[in-house]
């Protein structure tokens, strides 16, 4: 199975002992997000987890234990997401000068292939017009290059939860015209930068631009880290737009105090401070610990790789 850690929160950056506890431990118990008392226990083993991605915007607190998790054998890859917005919009991130930093550091220690650099998501408002993010795209991918051959872009989705929060802050998506714009120079500009340019769960076809479709959870990548075929299916709980691989997320919604306020995965600041406050790295479960009335469930997951690459 491949293991994605995590759409729901950022691990690396909060929980990074924690999955390496759980990595070592062989299993984690995952709470369904619509029933709490609907746990699945996974096995988390080299038999079971063929690749392991990871998602985050600040993997500073991660990059002390790699070592640790590559003495485990564990395949992975990491989509760090770095864009350019400040303290308005991301709050709890360290500035972006440490962050790029960062990307080098991993990009070093593990290669360029197994780390993406996200630009995610494109909003537009009175300050971040389309030259503006072309701006910062353009000093982002100076700054990465050589150390990443992929950068991910998608535009900003109104998720019902948040449209109220964006529209009292004047935050939109681009609309088309804008879209082409931005992606036609910024594939100019990661190509000098010797990146390929994809879009993420966007439905537009830009091939004309440069721009590739992506997936974020990519048989391809995989492939070329694990040198073993991939028989993975389409992840059908997905958008219909999104073109990743299935796999099974271990994180856990209001989990994150990175406070960025376009995100969909949080719903206020009490939640996620008293869920980061139940969080033990010894407990099986990200956040808290089993009440005694779950329905625990064995999640049976079978490796999708398939015969070596010659």
Request: aromatic share 8%.
């Amino acid at each position: 199975m491949i293991v994605s850690a995590s759409r729901r929160t950022d691990i690396p950056a909060f929980y990074s002992q924690w999955l390496l506890n759980r990595l070592e431990e062989g299993f984690v118990c995952v709470r369904n997000p619509m029933n709490r008392n609907q746990v699945s226990r996974i096995r988390l083993n080299r038999e079971t987890v063929d690749c392991l991605v990871l998602w985050t915007k600040n993997p500073e607190p991660i990059i002390p234990l790699l070592p640790r998790l590559d003495a485990m054998g564990f395949p992975y890859y990491f989509q760090f997401t770095l864009t350019a917005y400040g303290k308005d919009l991301e709050p709890g991130l360290p500035e972006k000068s440490r962050l790029a930093a960062a990307f080098r550091e991993i990009s070093r220690r593990l290669g360029k292939n197994r780390v993406v650099w996200r630009y995610d998501p494109v909003i537009c408002s009175g300050e971040w017009t389309i030259p503006r993010h072309l701006e910062e795209f353009g000093h982002l991918a100076e700054q990465l290059q050589g150390a990443a051959d992929t950068c991910v872009v998608s535009f900003l989705d109104r998720y019902r939860k948040i449209e109220k929060k964006l529209d009292q802050l004047g935050l939109r998506p681009p609309d088309s015209r804008e879209r082409e714009e931005f992606l036609r120079e910024a594939a100019r500009m990661a190509a000098a930068a010797g990146m390929a340019l994809e879009t993420c769960s966007e439905e537009g076809d830009y091939s004309s631009l440069g721009v590739r479709q992506g997936s974020c959870i990519s048989g391809k990548r995989i492939e070329e880290i694990t040198g073993r075929k991939v028989t993975a299916s389409k992840d059908k709980t997905q958008r219909p737009s999104c073109g990743c691989l299935k796999s099974v997320d271990i994180g856990m919604y209001d989990t994150c105090a990175h406070g960025c306020v376009y995100c969909y995965a949080s719903r206020s600041r009490e939640v996620i401070e008293k869920n980061m406050g139940l969080a033990r790295p010894d407990s099986p479960f990200l956040s808290g610990e089993g009440n005694g009335r779950e329905k625990v469930t064995e999640r049976d997951m079978s490796s999708v790789l398939g015969e070596k690459i010659r």
